[in-house]
């Protein structure tokens, strides 16, 4: 089955820098990769997602690349602000159903 | 429009007592998928239903178990829990199956087996 890693486990930033989380995969027929943000006491959030025929898609602060060859995509968010800080999982799905590979997630914490 | 909403959010359980987890979905979302999350292995895929009928499993033993009513309701079940069940089951539910809709996850039961 697929198989998704992702580094690091935890990441802390000071208020306006930039956060880089990236995630590999394993199995090439993975064709769609979103992204979640989960806060304290709730559910993941959709955030970003991309599909594998597009290279990088862009959301104001946020960002994400895909690089099919080397199996892997990374989510950028610059300019970070105190509410960025949450979990972030990073998923891909070979488009069989709603079933989802997530990474082990990032906790991300921006210092003001 | 009302979110995915899941019952009962906390509950304690002793080993190899049975217990059943209830999601309602989003107003028209016909597909419910459910996922388990442990701090160790991140969101894990249990199973996914989509008009009643279970689509796809995910790699966990018999012992769980889940169904969806023609209302879109589902129910997980897990019976003879282990202490390894421990856990937060979150429920998603989705326009479509496939991916052409985003997940809309609820806020999750937590679950802890003493």
């Known amino acids: 089955g697929e198989n998704v890693e992702q580094h690091p486990s935890t990441l802390s930033v000071q208020e306006g820098d930039s956060a880089v989380i990236k995630c590999t995969y394993s199995d090439s027929a993975s064709n769609y990769f979103p992204w979640y943000k989960q806060e304290l006491g709730k559910g993941p959030q959709l955030i970003i997602d991309i599909r594998s025929n597009v290279g990088e898609k862009k959301d104001q602060r946020i960002a994400v690349t895909l690089n099919k060859t080397a199996k892997h995509f990374s989510l950028h968010i610059t300019e970070t602000q105190p509410e960025d800080s949450a979990v972030y999982f990073c998923a891909a799905s070979k488009g069989t159903g709603n079933q989802f590979y997530f990474g082990t997630g990032t906790s991300l914490t921006v210092i003001p | 429009k009302a979110g995915v909403t899941q019952t009962p959010r906390y509950l304690i359980k002793t080993r190899g007592q049975q217990v059943t987890l209830s999601c309602s979905p989003i107003?028209?979302?016909?597909?419910v998928s459910w996922y388990q999350q442990t701090p160790g292995q991140g969101l894990q895929f249990l199973f996914e239903?989509?008009?009643?009928?279970?689509?796809n499993k995910g790699n966990f033993p018999g012992r769980f178990s889940g169904r969806q009513f023609s209302n879109s309701r589902s129910e997980m079940n897990v019976s003879t829990l282990e202490l390894g069940d421990s856990a937060l089951y979150l429920c998603a539910s989705s326009l479509s199956v496939g991916h052409t809709g985003e997940l809309f996850f609820g806020e999750g039961s937590r679950l802890t087996v003493l």
């Open positions: 239903y989509f008009s009643e009928t279970q689509r």
């Open positions: 107003s028209g979302h016909r597909s």
